[in-house]
C-alpha cells in the first residue's frame, strides 16, 4: 500500500512539474501591454493591473492550449458565464470535425475603457495580433497573421479575475 501511495505521490509531482512547465512556455508567447488612461468613472489601482494582466495572459494561454489540444479543461478556472460557454462549444466543435487552432505569438494591446465604481466590473479593449494556424487532422490547412479587436468583461473572482465575455467586434 506505501508503494502505492508513493508512487502515486511520485506521478502527481511530476504531472504539476510537466504541467507548469508547459504553462509558463505557453504564456511565454502571451504579451500584454496594457493602458487605463481612459478608465472611467475610476482608474485602475496598481495591484488590480498586475492582477489583470496577469490573469488576462493565463486566460489567453488557456484558450489557445484548449483550441490547440480540443479539451475543455484549461478553460475551467480563467473562464466563466457566456464566455466560457462559447469557448466549450467552439472545442466540442473541433472534436467532431477534427479541425484544431494554434493561436502563436500572440500580442495584445489592451485599453482598459470601464471600471465600475465598485470594482466588480472591468471593460477592456483588446487589439490582439497573433499567427493562426488551423490543421484538419494534423495537416495544416491555413496560416495567417491576424489582427483583432475584442471587447471583453471581467469580474473578480474568489482568487482572481475571470473573463465572462469575449466578444469579437470589427474596430472600436
Known amino acids: 500500500m506505501r508503494r502505492i501511495i508513493n508512487s502515486a505521490l511520485r506521478w502527481a509531482a511530476i504531472c504539476m512539474l510537466l504541467a507548469s512547465t508547459f504553462s509558463y512556455a ?3 508567447n502571451v504579451q500584454v501591454q496594457m493602458g487605463e488612461k ?3 468613472p475610476r482608474a485602475l489601482e496598481p495591484l488590480t493591473e498586475r492582477a489583470v494582466l496577469r490573469d488576462f495572459r493565463f486566460a489567453w494561454t488557456s484558450m489557445a492550449q484548449a483550441l490547440e489540444f480540443n479539451t475543455v479543461d484549461p478553460l475551467q478556472g ?3 458565464g457566456d464566455a466560457k460557454q462559447s469557448l466549450k462549444n467552439t472545442v466540442l466543435n473541433q472534436q467532431r470535425s477534427g479541425i484544431t487552432q494554434r493561436y502563436g505569438d500572440q ?3 489592451v485599453e482598459a475603457v470601464f471600471y465600475s465604481p465598485e470594482g466588480d466590473v472591468l471593460e477592456l479593449h483588446d487589439t490582439a495580433e497573433y499567427q493562426l494556424q488551423i490543421a484538419d487532422a494534423g495537416k495544416l490547412v491555413h496560416d495567417e497573421h491576424v489582427v483583432m479587436h475584442y471587447v471583453v468583461l471581467m469580474t473578480p473572482g474568489a482568487d482572481r479575475w475571470v473573463i465572462r465575455q469575449l466578444q469579437a467586434v470589427p474596430h472600436f
Request: aromatic share 8%; hydrophobic share 35%.
Open 26 to 28: 505557453a504564456d511565454a
Open 38 to 40: 481612459n478608465a472611467s
Open 78 to 80: 480563467p473562464f466563466e
Open 107 to 109: 500580442n495584445h494591446r
